[in-house]
Nanobody, 122 residues
Framework: QVQLVESGGGSVQAGGSLRLSCASSGRTFNSYAMGWFRQAPGKEREFVAAISWTGTRGYAESVKGRFTISRGNGKNTVFLQMNSLKPEDTAVYYC????????????????WGQGTQVTVSS
């Protein structure tokens, strides 16, 4: 059974940093793109960042220059380094895996984690 497990969420003050991790088990995500999405209360889930198997990265405009996505050495782990956090970054953050090329559409992702809460206070 495929599992994606996020960790690293928590509460932080505005301007602070958090590092999210996503570990996959059950299969090797060769040729998969890995992505991060988030969903704030009362809002739809939105794309945050993604990284292809070859290392190409993509970011939402709202997080460019503040967030960095990377993959672990084994490439079955993905990280999201979040700096200069803002209250509007408060959301549940989800890790996901998609077959093939990097994509920003949640509908292209085949596997999802359970989410981790990030709360940024002003």
């Amino acid at each position: 059974q495929v599992q994606l497990v996020e960790s690293g969420g928590g509460s932080v003050q505005a301007g602070g940093s958090l590092r999210l991790s996503c570990a996959s088990s059950g299969r090797t995500f060769n040729s998969y793109a890995m992505g991060w999405f988030r969903q704030a209360p009362g809002k739809e889930r939105e794309f945050v960042a993604a990284i292809s198997w070859t290392g190409t990265r993509g970011y939402a405009e709202s997080v460019k220059g503040r967030f960095t996505i990377s993959r672990g050495n084994g490439k079955n782990t993905v990280f999201l380094q979040m700096n200069s956090l803002k209250p509007e970054d408060t959301a549940v953050y989800y890790c996901a895996a998609a077959v093939g090329a990097l994509t920003t559409s949640q509908y292209d992702y085949d596997y999802w984690g359970q989410g981790t809460q990030v709360t940024v206070s002003s």
